[in-house]
C-alpha cells in the first residue's frame, strides 16, 4: 500500500502559476491526473522512478513540468501560464508497476491515488 498526499491547490487567475505537491510513502513511478466536472479524469503528466523520464498531455505540454524529489520522495507539478480550462481536481497516483516497466500515462496503470486538490484558474 502506497499512501499519497497531494497539496498546492487553489485559485489563480489566468495567466498565473501554482505548483502541486505530492508526497509518496514509497518511491514510485507517479502521476497527476484531473477531473473537471462533467468530465472523465484524464492524464496530465508522469514521471518515472528515477525522474529520467517524463511524459506530458498535449495541452499541458510547454507549460507544466513535472519533477521529483527522491530524498522526500516527493513529486512537484509546476503550472505556468495557467488557462481557465485548466480548472479542475488535481489528483496525484503513485502506479504498481515495477521500475523496469513502462511508465503508465493512463488512470489504469495507478493504484494509489491521493484525495485530490482542487485548482480553480479565474478568467
Known amino acids: 500500500q502506497v499512501h499519497v498526499v497531494e497539496s498546492g491547490g487553489g485559485l489563480v487567475q489566468a495567466g498565473g502559476s501554482l505548483r502541486l505537491s505530492c508526497a509518496a510513502s514509497?518511491?514510485?513511478?507517479m502521476g497527476w491526473f484531473r477531473q473537471a466536472p462533467g468530465k472523465e479524469r484524464e492524464f496530465v503528466a508522469v514521471i518515472s522512478w528515477s525522474g529520467g523520464t517524463t511524459y506530458y498531455a498535449d495541452s499541458v505540454k510547454g507549460r507544466f513540468t513535472i519533477s521529483r524529489d527522491n530524498a522526500k520522495i516527493t513529486v512537484y507539478l509546476q503550472m505556468n501560464s495557467l488557462k481557465p480550462e485548466d480548472t479542475a481536481v488535481y489528483y496525484c497516483?503513485?502506479?504498481?508497476?515495477?521500475?523496469?516497466?513502462?511508465?503508465?500515462?493512463?488512470?489504469?496503470?495507478?493504484?494509489?491515488w491521493g484525495q485530490g486538490t482542487q485548482v480553480t484558474v479565474a478568467s
Open positions: 514509497e518511491r514510485t513511478a
Open positions: 497516483a503513485a502506479s504498481s508497476q515495477p521500475p523496469t516497466k513502462p511508465v503508465p500515462s493512463t488512470p489504469n496503470g495507478y493504484r494509489y
